[in-house]
C-alpha cells in the first residue's frame, strides 16, 4: 500500500506499507484519529483488475482517490491513496512538488 498519509502519520519516508499487519495499524490509527470520519462518493472507475474510487473526504476537506488492483482471484494485491496537489505538496515539499509540475507538463505537450 502507498500513500503520502503514511509518510506523514507513520513516518515512513518510502510512502510504502507492506504486509496485513502494517496495513492494519496504519487503517487502525487513522481511524482512531478521526472517528467520526465521513465521506461523500464522487465516482468509481474500473479498469482491468483494479478499480479507482473517488471520494471528498469531509471530515478533511480534501478529494481523495484510492486506487486498489487485484490479482487474478479478485484479491487486493496494492492499493494507493492519491490526494490534491496541496497535500502533495506537503508532503514531497514544494521545490519537489513544481519539479513534478514541470515534468508532467512536459510529458503532456510531447503526447500530442
Do not use: C
Not at 502519520?9 to 484519529?33: D, F, P
Not at 478533511?60 to 479478485?74: C, L, S, Y
Not at 492519491?82 to 519539479?99: H, I, S
Request: hydrophobic letters at 40%.
Amino acid at each position: 500500500m502507498a500513500s503520502p498519509l503514511i509518510v506523514e502519520r507513520m513516518g515512513v519516508a518510502s510512502g510504502r506499507l507492506k504486509g496485513k499487519e502494517a496495513i492494519r495499524r496504519y487503517w487502525g490509527q487513522g481511524l482512531a484519529g478521526a472517528p467520526n470520519l465521513r465521506f461523500e462518493l464522487l465516482q468509481v472507475m474500473v479498469g482491468v483488475n483494479s478499480l479507482a474510487i473517488v471520494y471528498k473526504s469531509v471530515t478533511a476537506g480534501r478529494t481523495v482517490i484510492e486506487r486498489i488492483e487485484f490479482d487474478d482471484h479478485g484479491k487486493a494485491v496494492q492499493a494507493e491513496g492519491l490526494y490534491g496537489p496541496l497535500e502533495a505538496g506537503k508532503v514531497v515539499g514544494e521545490d519537489e512538488y513544481k519539479r513534478i509540475l514541470r515534468e508532467l507538463e512536459t510529458l503532456r505537450k510531447n503526447w500530442r
